[in-house]
């Protein structure tokens, strides 16, 4: 199915149409377990007491609970059952387990928004232990709260559709769906497949965001973005065309929040800079006098077609 480029306006700003260059999508889509095999998040962080103000809607940590051990390498499966139509999620990570010798290492390999036949939305991702040796990590699972931009009208299975917003500078950005038109016996899928920054210009900025369709039927879903205000940053190097840039964020405190992340590229016009996150991995580290350091580690894509580099942004959501 030919992409379609829809374009919405965000506040008051003017959009502009670019053409991005396109990479191979980030998230795993083979490694989202069976609906059948996926734990109940929501009891999971009941049992623990972890339920918090956000589990209900607005921004902040929505629930917490422990994964228990899990060896090097393997995986889990969560759904994260009524969720709020407004909430935008975002999963962090406090690991435990490390040693002198070896880091814990948790990371986010999939997420999607699903709606089920019953009409309740949900959202499921699953959890990897990216490290070497068996540890655990406690979940972090966060809201950021989103309005509506789009919507992608009925998507095939398979099918995916990109869009575009101009946004304000000095902003982090996390997308959304609200899937609907689940049948009596499938749910409507869908993913947030890539999100990137695009500098078209000085005094432009754009969010552009990939979304797919990942169940078994045709189906829509409203995109949705929710937005922070930077809490840190720091430079990016100057990466050349296609190169990854990555980097670790020491002392990632407080080790009860979570990390929202977004590049903001600086280029020249009339070749765009451009830049998306591709990965982000939570880090316990045993430090050499015996003290216990949480990391975040970050990979950056450069996707234009010159060298660039840019800011990081980071923000803290806790309880």
Not at 67 to 92: E, F, H, I, K, R
Not at 98 to 112: D, G, L, Y
Not at 132 to 150: E, H, K, N, P, R
């Amino acid at each position: 199915m030919r992409r379609r480029i829809r374009a919405a306006l965000l506040a008051v700003t003017t959009l502009s149409m670019v053409v991005a260059s396109v990479g191979v999508a980030q998230a795993d889509e083979s490694s989202q377990p069976s609906q059948s095999s996926l734990r109940d998040a929501r009891a999971a962080a009941a049992a623990s007491g972890g339920l918090s103000h956000a589990a209900k809607g607005g921004i902040g940590i929505a629930a917490t609970w422990f994964t228990g051990t899990l060896s090097a390498g393997s995986t889990q499966g969560w759904t994260w059952t009524n969720a709020p139509a407004d909430a935008a999620y975002v999963v962090g990570y406090n690991p435990a387990g490390a040693t002198t010798s070896a880091t814990c290492q948790f990371e986010t390999i999939n997420s999607r928004y699903v709606q089920l036949p019953s009409g309740e939305r949900q959202y499921q991702f699953t959890l990897k232990n990216v490290g070497s040796i068996a540890c655990g990590a406690t979940v972090q699972l966060t809201a950021v709260t989103s309005s509506v931009l789009a919507s992608t009208g009925g998507v095939s299975p398979g099918g995916t559709q990109t869009s575009l917003w101009n946004v304000p500078w000095n902003t982090i950005w996390v997308a959304a769906l609200n899937p609907s038109g689940a049948t009596s016996s499938a749910a409507c899928q869908f993913q947030v497949t890539r999100v990137w920054t695009v500098q078209p210009g000085s005094s432009l900025r754009q969010i552009w965001v990939e979304v797919k369709n990942v169940g078994t039927i045709t189906c829509q879903a409203d995109i949705r973005l929710g937005s922070t205000t930077i809490g840190s940053q720091f430079s990016m190097a100057t990466v050349g065309p296609g190169g990854t840039w990555s980097t670790t964020w020491n002392n990632a405190n407080p080790v009860t929040s979570a990390y929202v992340i977004g590049p903001s590229p600086q280029g020249s016009f009339p070749t765009y800079c451009q830049f998306e996150v591709t990965r982000v991995v939570y880090i316990q580290r045993i430090n050499s006098d015996g003290s216990s350091q949480r990391q975040l580690a970050m990979w950056f894509k450069n996707l234009s077609t010159l060298s660039c580099g840019g800011t990081a942004y980071l923000q803290t959501i806790a309880a």
